[in-house]
């Protein structure tokens, strides 16, 4: 039973007697041994469980010893003479090993709740990533104490800031969904504070890379197609960060839903 998702999804009213709700339709009254309703939806089987289980040990190992040898690497340098790029990635692969969830390992075997640890991970992830990807389209290739002191200041606030609204997100979403799953988000001021937020922190971001992608182009201008994989290579991790906010944003869900589901 612990491998399974179950998930609480209405929320019963019971009358002690017959009459009209505010439509205007009938409400039976429940029968004399009818004292409680629990509706519990189960998302997979047990077979479904152990197999994602196993495949989440297998990939936090990966990812556990990739991190390890990559910083052991790393390590034999002192901090201050890495390159912001490496140490972009070795945050990022920090963000990969918890993103494996290693929570779930721990808890689901047992059937403890893990909720609120998955989603942390998941926006740290994502977080990570879009620092990575800042980095990597910087033209600046110098080490960390020939860093401007100004260097990581809008990066980290654009990253912590889309850290701490999805946070807040899934905050206000479990507590209404615990409370009452007929909920409509879109109508919460809260709620939609934070996804204006989050657009206008997201917004920040692709303005940030696509300036330092054009800036590294007419950097190396004239040193284009020595250093065009480099500049793909950064294009192309902004381009699957943003995938991951599509698929991790609670407001871009929300808000994009009927216009997904006519695509």
């Known amino acids: 039973e612990g491998l399974r998702y179950q998930e609480y999804v209405m929320r019963v009213e019971l009358h002690n007697e017959a009459g009209e709700n505010d439509e205007g339709n009938a409400i039976p009254a429940p029968s004399e041994w009818l004292r409680e309703v629990v509706y519990v939806q189960t998302h997979g089987t047990e077979a479904h469980g152990k197999a994602e289980w196993w495949l989440r040990v297998g990939a936090l190992l990966t990812s ?138 997201l917004a920040a971001w692709l303005m940030l890379v696509g300036g330092l992608l054009f800036s590294q182009i007419g950097t190396h201008e004239r040193r284009l197609k020595a250093h065009k994989q480099e500049v793909a290579f950064a294009a192309v991790t902004a381009l699957i960060v943003l995938a991951l906010w599509v698929r991790e944003s609670i407001s871009f869900k929300v808000y994009s839903q009927d216009f997904m589901s006519d695509v």
């Open 64 to 201: 556990t010893i990739t991190f390890a040898l990559y910083a052991r690497r790393l390590h034999r340098y002192k901090t201050d003479a890495w390159l912001p790029s490496q140490l972009g990635i070795y945050v990022y692969c920090f963000g990969i090993c918890l993103y494996n969830n290693p929570s779930l390992i721990i808890f689901m075997p047992f059937g403890l709740g893990y909720n609120v640890l998955p989603a942390m991970f998941d926006i740290a992830f994502l977080s990570a990533g879009m620092l990575l990807a800042t980095v990597l389209a910087d033209p600046a290739r110098v080490v960390l104490s020939d860093l401007p002191k100004n260097y990581w200041t809008v990066r980290l606030v654009i990253c912590i800031g889309i850290f701490i609204v999805g946070i807040t997100q899934f905050a206000i979403s479990a507590q209404h969904h615990r409370a009452d799953p007929s909920f409509v988000y879109e109508l919460e001021g809260s709620f939609l504070l934070c996804a204006v937020v989050e657009y206008i922190f």
